[in-house]
């Protein structure tokens, strides 16, 4: 069985992770090792930061992501600062600040994996999920903004689906889906 260590402090992502590749022979284990992000637009620049510093202290294969909530109504925002955004104002914020808008409640939730093995060059692997945000939080499952998350073909949230559900239609999910083909072809 192959290790690979996901560099995080979210539990909700190595779940997520730990569901993609149990069919795999892969064994996610997490490691909260920190690292600071920079300020981008782009979550594969802080992917590919987060990377360089993570390969100097530590020399096992791992995994890290940067994701992120690009709303059109707001002109992307919060994007690269999502976590950011989510820890000061939350679902309510956000929906708050689409309060008068109707017509127009498109985001893309994008998630950029970036995997690396000792003394060797990271790959990058990013998946997007198309959908809209809901008028009021619906569910209890997941995380961060998944209440207010419908993707596009369903009538319920990312938080109204138990994991396996929400990885057939999120960006995480799709991201890792790229990073098993490549790890299955090796």
Request: hydrophobic share 35%; with cysteine; aromatic share 14%.
């Amino acid at each position: 069985m192959k290790t690979i260590y996901f560099i995080t402090g979210n539990k909700g992502k190595v779940l997520e992770a730990n569901k993609k590749f149990s069919n795999f022979n892969i064994q996610v284990i997490q490691k909260n090792l920190g690292y600071p992000e920079i300020q981008t637009d782009s979550l594969e620049e802080v992917v590919k930061f987060g990377v360089k510093r993570i390969q100097k202290k530590f020399n096992q294969p791992f995994i890290l992501e940067d994701a992120g909530l690009f709303i059109d109504a707001l002109d992307g925002f919060p994007g690269v600062y999502s976590a950011y955004v989510f820890y000061r104002i939350g679902c309510p914020g956000i929906l708050k600040l689409l309060a008068d808008v109707d017509d127009n409640r498109k985001a893309t939730f994008r998630s950029v994996f970036g995997y690396c093995e000792p003394g060797k060059k990271p790959k990058l692997f990013i998946g997007e999920s198309k959908g809209s945000i809901s008028k009021k939080p619906v569910g209890e499952h997941g995380f961060g903004y998944d209440p207010i998350f419908i993707p596009y073909g369903e009538n319920k949230t990312f938080a109204q689906m138990e994991t396996e559900e929400k990885n057939q239609f999120s960006h995480r999910g799709k991201s890792l889906e790229k990073f098993i083909d490549y790890f299955k072809n090796m």
